[in-house]
């Protein structure tokens, strides 16, 4: 009988705990507007490397805890280093109050990407109600090659004099063909 009420107990417990949580996260989650951002991607992809366009396109999702919500505004920033996003500043782009619904392949508008360029960005939305929500978590994203002067390299193959040696028609030698 003592195994069964400190079973009970404990499941109370753990329930009555569960409650006591829910509220602070539901109500946290209220402070910031009622929507969070979520799940950022540049081209389709969390922290790529390699884009091939000049203008990468943005996406996100939303979470809310209230029903109908919606976006009614983003403002994006994109630094050229952490600590610059950090710090709020945009010196890549900083699109400032977009008023738009849009969270789906918003395009790039900032001042020109380079090759190999690593790139930081985040994001902020309104809800319906024009209740801001607190940043989104840092995503990056790296430009690729985009110049054709920027792809350097050589054929890989062996050379015409180790060709001829290693080569005999009709037999094998040397390992090669």
Known sequence: MKTFAVVMLTGMMVICAEFMLVPSCLAKQADKGGITVEELHCE????PLGID??????????????RGQMQSAYHILVASNAEQLKRGIGDKWDSGK??????????????SLASEEECYWKVRVWD??????????P??????LIKESDWQGQWIGMSEADSALNYIPGKRSGGFC
Do not use: C, H
């Not at 366009?53 to 209230?66: A, G, H, K, V, Y």
């Not at 319906?128 to 978590?137: R, V």
């Not at 995503?139 to 690729?144: D, K, L, S, V």
């Open 44 to 47: 389709y992809a969390k922290n």
């Open 98 to 111: 977009v008023a738009s619904e849009e969270s789906v392949n918003v395009p790039y508008q900032g001042k």
């Open 128 to 137: 319906k109600d024009g209740k801001a929500s607190a940043w989104s978590e």
């Open 53 to 66: 366009t000049l203008q990468p396109r943005f996406s996100w999702i939303l979470e809310s805890n209230r």
């Open 139 to 144: 995503a990056t994203f790296e430009m690729g």
